[in-house]
């Protein structure tokens, strides 16, 4: 069974720039989509960007567009988020996930892996 974790989250200040990495256990991954939510204290998980099995599609929620950029590397079964120009209200704890399909949705009942969260801080 696929799992997934995430690293590489990390108080900034605004402006700054974040890197987050998202390590899947075994080649199933390079088959999935994959996509990044994040959720703030008291609020629902939402989605952040996601990206097509290949690396050919790529969609990002509209707050960030511009700023973050998702990547991934089928041979390192392994996929990023760049996060530049962070501002305050980035502060979340940031997810990477999966569904069992090569196409990911915005919906995050559509993911079926789930890491466990990196905190993600942004001072102003």
């Known amino acids: 069974q696929v799992h997934v974790e995430e690293s590489g989250g990390g108080s900034v200040q605004a402006g700054g720039s974040l890197r987050l990495s998202c390590q899947a256990s075994d080649h199933t991954f390079t088959t999935y989509a994959m996509a990044w939510f994040r959720q703030a204290p008291g609020k629902e998980r939402e989605f952040v960007a996601a990206?097509?099995?290949?690396?050919?599609?790529?969609y990002y929620e509209d707050s960030v567009r511009g700023r973050f950029t998702i990547s991934r590397d089928g041979t390192k079964n392994s996929a990023y988020l760049q996060m530049n120009s962070l501002k305050p209200d980035d502060t979340a704890v940031y997810y990477c996930a999966a569904p069992k399909a090569p196409i990911g949705t915005p919906q995050k009942d559509d993911y079926t892996y789930w890491g466990q969260g990196t905190q993600v801080t942004v001072s102003s």
């Open positions: 990206i097509t099995w290949n690396g050919f599609g790529i």
